[in-house]
């Protein structure tokens, strides 16, 4: 009974955790400069665009894979209808939008594309 619940509860907090992807050619200091702004990127991708974007694959929510070529800070801001109405500069910064392009640049790719949110 108790391997049981175990085995339940393993399952229903089975979570998603991204992880960080940097090329192996880059700069030990380069890339402990480039962590902070991943884990800051992290943080704000939650905040702002997790809602539309994350899927949810079986019992977990994932971060799919953008198109890399997307991934330019002021392109995001006017790419589609949804963007430039949720995506005023009080709400995300340049910065931040820039330090959100770092953290899907360089993150481990889970090989699943985005789709088209639904709302
Ligand atoms: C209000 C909902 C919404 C929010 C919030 C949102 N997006 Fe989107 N996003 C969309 C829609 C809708 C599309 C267009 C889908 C399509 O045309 O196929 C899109 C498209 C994209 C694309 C193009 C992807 C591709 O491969 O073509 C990228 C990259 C992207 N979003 C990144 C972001 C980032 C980064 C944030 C947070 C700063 C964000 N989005 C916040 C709704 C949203």
């Known amino acids: 009974m108790a391997a049981a619940i175990a085995a ?7 979570k998603y955790t991204p992880v ?8 030990e200091n380069i890339r402990t400069e480039y962590m902070k702004i991943w884990e800051k990127g992290k943080v704000l991708y939650g905040m702002n665009c997790a ?5 949810k694959v079986g019992r977990r929510m ?3 894979d953008f198109s890399r070529e997307k991934l330019e800070g002021y392109e995001l801001r006017v790419s589609n209808r949804q963007h430039e109405e949720n995506m005023p500069d ?3 910064t340049a910065e931040e939008l820039s330090q959100i392009c770092v953290f899907l640049s360089f993150r481990k790719k889970t090989g699943i594309p985005m789709q088209p949110p639904v709302r």
């Open 8 to 14: 339940l509860m393993s399952c229903a907090t089975r």
């Open 20 to 27: 960080a992807d940097f090329p192996p050619e880059m700069a």
């Open 51 to 55: 809602e539309c974007h994350n899927q």
């Open 62 to 64: 994932i971060i799919p």
């Open 90 to 92: 009080e709400r995300v």
